[in-house]
């Protein structure tokens, strides 16, 4: 008899076998990953802490990568303060978003509503070492902003483009004909290259200059022209030059003068001629001396502010502990201040006792006169129209109606020396004003900027008692240096007004003389340059035309020729033109999947430099 | 669990139990009026052989011979004193089933039962279990008292119907119990006996069974009795062919116990197609047709059959149309299952091994998907847990096909473990599926995990001692997780839907979740 | 290799079309940051999961609450693979930048496969074992059961010829003592059978036809201990390949909660 094969089980036990038992894997594992989190907790309380991190920070912050307190609050997070202590140490105010609103719409009411952007909101750190924190996706400028390059809308400087001319007399035609002509250059597009030279380091062209760019053809011999004789009462010569003590004045010879029957003239000019820049400036003083005054203040009140700010901006991070506490009452001060002056104001300002009082003149008025009641009537409307406070002035009043003010400050400041700090008070918050900003306004934005910069130091003072290192110095002195280069520029501008006095007061018939003269002092200036209201326009040319965004040409020249974004520029006659097709040549490349559309490719958020 | 009056009974019952080691004295046996139909000449032959299974057993008035829903497989005679047969009225009886993995949705409690007749079934009952009455049905709901010289207990035992009536002794009664064996032979030894127990048959059960049959379910009273009287009770030994395929159609055929392998022939094989149970019935197809018998009819075990001829089932069908219409509907249902397993023979292969292994007796047998199982052991731990640590079950055992059959209890429909629990610890509440054991009364006797054929009863070691040392076993088997309210843990705890609890009442479900 | 509840496979699909959809709609209405908004909701969602995860063992206990275990099985498999999919949307589908970062991903991912890794095996190995092989043991009672098919053997060769003894001695008994796992098996589940009863063949037409008998159940004896060295190969494999899934399972709960404990202090 086989044996049968068997399906299924061969013998039978009596009872199953012991069970598995239940947990035998999981309770280990879980003993060992307990202990794994203990050890790792334990770390990071003795200080192994990059274990805690979900990512490297970015190279630029790897000196403080383990230390997580230069940066989170426990439990709070990044707090926008933490940010600022490096990268804002004089509390300029430019990182937050309220700059940006004022930056992109130049609406200080606008920048005040602004809602309080956290900046790790964008700068998303702890993304490995590499990665780039400033790289910000267009998600987040779509919070704000709808729109993409397809709906970009055309560029401002464009549209205005008819309104004012660069300060220059230039026409593109002549001067490609003339570059051909002397190199022997067959296409027009290979002649840009002649006086649009690439700066390698800015990645974009080298700015327009006399000396390198127009000499070779405008100057002969250094020199730009001849000056007809002009009246020596008008006018100093190179002594006079000299008594001033103006340091330029050194390279002027005295044969290039030629002085004859009261009259001063000069065979040759040169570009830039301290002489004839001192005699513009001085008939400027003596024939409009109110506009004079009125820069000089402004230069004056810049300075002012500029100091100030120099002061403010020593940051907190290298103050001892003595002086914060000092700027801490200071800003203590300053801050509640302002709240009072604000609240004072919008007690005063209560436009229905205003109303009230006008009307009482008003029915008073109506029966002695008529006509003066109704112009009362209208103030009346006017007052109740306009709500608290006076309304703002419109942008283009706004800078006249400034100039007006410095100029009878400067008459106050003249008639009596004694008035001359609170004048130079006055002068200082005339020129701090924004356009659309009302003196409310202003009180609530010195008040809250008081109040962020008192939260800074006192994070700033809780730090020093935790211990957090200090902030590399080299990042404190970063907006120092500015603002101490804004400051030299600003009074070297001032220097040289200040050395043109005024004496007398001179009838508009002498004035007119002296305006005659002036332009007879300019004319080889006035070539290329233009002449308003005696001085010398600004030239713009050498600027980046763009304000809000930025843009170099190197990578699009080396796509595309120059005419396939200024197409006829070889014709152009006028100086304003840039023959630029705008957002269009834009688009032809920006596309998808051609060349990014990114909004962080032209645009900036935070505003550059020291406002 | 325990309390005194469960002690007192468990002290009777082991007192009874020894009474049934000794067998009858044959001079007693040679009194009583039992052996009469025998033959003077072999009469003493006869008592010789039986006697081993004859036992004189006492009981004090009031006291408890049969227990409703329980076994017996032993018939009673009484010698001496009086017994009252008291039934419960059928309310009472209703079938009560316990959800549970396996019992489909429609018939757990509360569930309209499922209509659709299965095909050889009779009425699709609820558990199969309650169908007929071993006891006199014509008392009613009333009482019955059995004098000396009566019979009881014999159908039950042959058929293994559960004890449809509670019997207790009025006064200090004697009886001899006759087992199972020794009825036997007293049936094939004694035509008188054989003549009294079928004319009792006919009398109390016959005319209940036909009832149960949807076939005589609307027939009339009178009709029944003619009927009843003149149909003719066979029984089958086990192999033996009750009718074969080809034979000319004479008879009506009703199975009242045991199991009946129906077949079809193709080429040389055999196909299973299905079996019939008790309360099935066969033959209706070829009588409707007038034709051969389409199926092979063969007992599987000792079958007992009721037969009507031609002529009464004419009768039966002419009298009532729409029993015809029924029988005609059942018996097209049959032959499309016959062509189905002749064009398609796998699917007899299930049926096939049900009839060889016995789990057609199953009532829930636990299966396992061996091509999904994991071996993970959930259903052993589920079970262990449902049961203070110890599995009921053994994840081993004989596999079909993809099929694993563990070492579990199946619920047989008749379940031999209890027929020899000298303790009653083994019960089966009537309607329920589980047969469970009673761990404070079981004593560890170890009967019924030797009876049981599949070996599915495990003697357990307690953690008590006998006095002489040995641990006290118990028996332990599968229990439907009576405790858990989900049913089954086995099923329940499987994660990969590899355990399935089926009855093989249904052969339709079986071949359908099996192939 | 089809899913056993297709319903489940279709409802998780359609889950994660409609996280990734969220993401998608999430990152272009708003900055993504696993910080804020919808990708902290997503990692609260991941680690919610994956605590409910670590949960299955639970199921043993009582299933009651959450169904079957074959429903809480589902529900494991599913929704692991949907919170490593939150996982992803959670970083936004970047790269991680540091220690913490890159551990949690590759401990979510490394669970993540093993666990499907073990999907595989549990839906693969039932196959083979069932369609390849006869006998079927409980993987404890395996050794025993081969010592009894020793026993049975040396009973059978007790009483034979020399030639047969000294056969079976030589070739037969070393392979019948002890399991002998074997990777193989994972690849083919019938591996190097037709090479072991090779000398059964051989040796049957050497014996006289009284004893072929004896070879053949011999050979049946080996066929069924060879199947036993597959069961114990493969059950084994299904028991153990919980360690690769479980302890970086329990390894990345740990890291989960640094990982929280640092969110909420920084």
């Known amino acids: 008899m086989p044996r049968k094969p068997t399906w299924g089980t061969p013998t039978r036990a009596e009872h199953h076998p012991p069970l598995r038992k239940k947990w035998q894997l999981l309770f280990p594992s879980a003993i060992a990953a307990g202990a794994l989190a203990v050890i790792l907790l334990g770390g990071h309380l003795v200080g192994a802490r990059t274990t805690f991190s979900p990512g490297s920070v970015t190279g630029g912050h790897g000196n403080i990568d383990a230390s997580c307190e230069q940066c989170h609050t426990t439990g709070r997070g990044v707090a926008n303060v933490r940010c600022q202590r490096c990268h804002d140490p004089s509390s300029a105010g430019r990182l937050t978003a309220s700059a940006h609103v004022l930056f992109g719409s130049g609406d200080p009411r606008k920048a005040a509503a602004a809602p309080d952007v956290a900046c790790a909101r964008c700068h998303v750190e702890h993304k490995g070492r590499r990665a780039s924190i400033s790289a910000v996706p267009d998600v987040q400028c779509a919070q704000c902003h709808f729109g993409n390059l397809r709906r970009h809308p055309e560029f401002a400087v464009l549209k205005a483009s008819t309104a004012e001319a660069p300060g220059m007399n230039f026409g593109h035609q002549k001067h490609i004909e003339e570059v051909m002509k002397g190199q022997a250059m067959s296409g027009a597009a290979q002649t840009c290259g002649s006086c649009h030279q690439k700066n390698g380091a800015r990645r974009d062209f080298e700015p327009i200059n006399f000396d390198q760019h127009c000499a070779s053809c405008h100057s002969k011999q250094g020199s730009v022209g001849a000056i007809d004789p002009v009246p020596l009462t008008d006018v100093v010569d190179l002594e006079g030059l000299r008594s001033r003590g103006i340091g330029a004045a050194a390279m002027l010879r005295p044969e290039e003068f030629e002085t004859s029957r009261g009259k001063i003239a000069r065979p040759a000019v040169r570009h830039r001629d301290p002489w004839v820049l001192f005699n513009l400036d001085k008939i400027r003083a003596e024939s409009d001396p109110e506009a004079f005054a009125g820069e000089r203040a402004r230069i004056e009140a810049r300075i002012a502010s500029l100091e100030r700010r120099l002061a403010a901006a020593t940051p907190f991070a290298a103050l001892d502990r003595a002086a914060l506490q000092e700027r801490a009452t200071a800003l203590q001060r300053e801050s509640e201040g302002a709240s009072q002056r604000l609240g004072a104001l919008s007690g005063a300002g209560d436009a229905s006792t205003g109303v009230a009082r006008i009307q009482e003149v008003e029915t008073g008025l109506r029966a002695a006169d008529a006509g003066a009641a109704d112009e009362v009537s209208k103030l009346k409307d006017a007052a109740s129209a306009k709500g608290a406070g006076p309304a703002p002035l419109p942008a283009a009043d706004f800078e006249a109606r400034r100039q007006e003010v410095l100029g009878l400050l400067e008459a106050v400041e003249a008639a009596d020396p004694a008035l001359k700090p609170r004048t130079a008070d006055l002068r200082r918050r005339i020129v701090a004003l924004v356009p659309g900003e009302n003196a409310a306004d202003l009180l609530a934005r010195v008040r809250d900027q008081r109040q962020a910069s008192l939260d800074r130091l006192r994070d700033e003072m809780k730090l020093r008692d935790q211990g957090v290192a200090p902030p590399r110095a080299a990042l404190l002195d970063a907006d120092r240096r500015e603002i101490m280069r804004a400051l030299a520029d600003a009074r070297a501008q001032l220097a040289s007004l200040a050395l043109v006095t005024t004496t007398a007061t001179l009838s508009d018939e002498e004035r007119q003389k002296k305006r005659e003269t002036a332009v007879v002092l300019a004319a080889a200036c006035t070539k290329c340059h233009l002449l308003k209201a005696g001085a010398l326009a600004p030239v713009r040319a050498a600027r980046p035309v763009l304000t809000r965004a930025r843009f170099v040409h190197e990578p699009h020249v080396i796509q595309a020729d120059c005419a396939k974004c200024h197409p006829g520029i070889e014709a152009s006659k006028v100086s304003k033109d840039l023959n630029f097709k705008g957002i269009q040549s834009c688009r032809e490349c920006h596309r998808s999947f051609q060349a990014s559309q990114d909004c962080r490719e032209c645009h900036l958020f935070h505003p550059k430099g020291v406002p | 669990m325990s309390n005194p009056v469960d002690r007192t009974q468990l002290q009777q019952r082991y007192e009874r139990r020894m009474q049934l080691m000794v067998p009858a004295e044959p001079d007693l046996l040679a009194q009583q009026s039992l052996f009469a139909g025998i033959p003077e000449k072999a009469r003493p032959k006869v008592i010789d052989k039986v006697r081993r299974y004859i036992h004189l057993v006492r009981y004090e008035a009031g006291d408890l011979v049969l227990r409703e829903a329980e076994y017996s497989d032993s018939a009673y005679f009484v010698v001496d004193g009086a017994a009252e047969v008291v039934l419960t009225s059928e309310n009472e009886m209703r079938a009560k089933v316990r959800g549970g993995a396996h019992v489909p949705a429609a018939q757990r409690p509360n569930a309209r039962p499922d209509v659709a007749p299965y095909i050889g079934r009779g009425s699709a009952g609820l558990s199969g279990t309650v169908i007929l009455s071993a006891l006199p049905a014509d008392v009613g709901a009333g009482s019955l008292t059995l004098g000396p010289g009566e019979v009881f207990g014999e159908i039950g035992a042959l058929s293994r119907y559960p004890v449809s009536a509670t019997v207790r002794a009025v006064t200090p009664l004697t009886l001899l119990q006759i087992r199972l064996p020794g009825l036997r032979m007293l049936l094939a030894s004694s035509k008188d006996f054989k003549k009294s127990v079928e004319e009792r048959y006919r009398s109390r059960i016959l005319s209940r069974a036909l009832r149960q049959v949807p076939l005589f379910a609307k027939v009339d009273d009178s009709f029944l009795e003619d009927i009843k009287r003149r149909a003719e009770l066979v029984s089958y030994e086990p192999g033996q062919v009750i009718v074969e395929e080809g034979a000319p159609a004479e008879s009506f055929l009703l199975v009242i116990g045991g199991y009946v392998k129906v077949s079809v022939r193709a080429g040389a094989t055999d196909l299973a197609l299905t079996y019939l149970r008790k309360g099935d019935h066969a033959g209706e197809s070829a009588l409707l047709l007038d034709d051969t018998w389409p199926f092979t009819l063969q007992a599987l075990e000792h079958v007992e059959v009721v037969k009507l001829t031609r002529e009464m089932f004419r009768e039966v069908t002419a009298a009532y149309p729409d029993v015809e219409d029924a029988l005609w509907v059942e018996s097209v249902a049959r032959l499309k299952a016959r062509g189905a397993i002749k064009r398609q023979p796998t699917s007899s292969e299930y049926v096939q091994m049900a009839m060889e292994t016995g789990l057609i007796h199953g009532e829930s047998v636990l299966l396992i998907d061996l091509s999904t199982c994991t071996r993970c052991d959930e259903c052993v731990r589920g079970c262990a847990d449902a049961h203070g640590g110890e599995p009921r079950f053994l994840r081993e055992g004989t596999k079909y096909h993809r099929w694993l059959v563990p070492t579990a209890c199946y619920q047989c429909t008749d379940p031999v473990c209890m027929i020899d629990c000298p303790t009653g610890a083994i019960t089966r509440q009537v309607g329920t599926l589980e047969v469970t054991i009673d761990p404070p009364t079981c004593i560890g006797c170890g009967n019924c995990a030797n009876r049981c054929p599949w070996g599915n009863i495990t003697m357990v070691e307690k953690e008590e001692k006998r006095p002489d040392g040995k641990p006290i076993e118990i028996a332990t088997k599968c229990d439907l997780c009576l405790t858990r309210p989900e049913g089954p843990a086995c099923v329940q705890m499987c994660p990969h839907g590899s355990a399935v609890r089926i009855s093989f009442k249904d052969l339709d479900r079986v071949t359908s979740t099996l192939t | ?266």
């Open chain 3, 1 to 266: 290799m089809r899913p056993k509840q297709p319903l489940n496979l279709s409802i998780a699909a359609a889950a994660g079309l409609v996280m990734v959809l969220v993401y998608a709609i999430g990152a272009w209405l708003a900055p993504w940051s696993p910080k804020r908004g919808l990708g902290l909701f997503f990692g609260i969602v991941a680690s919610l999961v994956f605590v409910f995860e670590m949960a299955y063992p639970y199921r043993r206990s009582r299933a009651r609450p959450l169904g079957t275990a074959r429903r809480w099985l589902q529900a494991h498999v599913y929704l692991g693979a949907l919170a490593f999919l939150a996982v992803l949307i959670h970083t936004g589908f970047h790269w991680p930048g540091g220690f913490m970062g890159w551990a949690l991903l590759l401990l979510s991912a490394w669970t993540t496969l093993t666990g499907l890794v073990g999907v595989w095996l549990q839906k693969w190995l039932p196959i083979v074992m069932s369609e390849g092989l006869r006998v079927e043991a409980l993987y404890e009672r395996i050794p025993a059961l081969i010592e009894h098919l020793l026993k049975e053997a040396d009973a059978l060769v007790a009483n034979a010829s020399e030639v047969l003894e000294r056969f079976y001695l030589a070739e037969v008994r070393t392979r019948l003592a002890g399991v002998e796992p074997s990777w193989s098996y994972l690849l083919d589940v019938r591996a190097g059978r037709e090479r072991a009863l090779e000398p059964f063949r051989r040796m049957s037409s050497f014996v006289d036809p009284a004893e072929k008998e004896i070879v053949n159940d011999l050979m049946t004896i080996r066929m069924e201990k060879m199947d036993l060295d597959v069961h114990y190969s493969l059950q084994g494999i299904l028991r153990r390949w919980l360690i690769v899934h479980v302890p970086p399972a329990a390894v990345l709960m740990a890291l989960l909660a640094v990982h929280i404990l640092a969110w909420v202090l920084y």
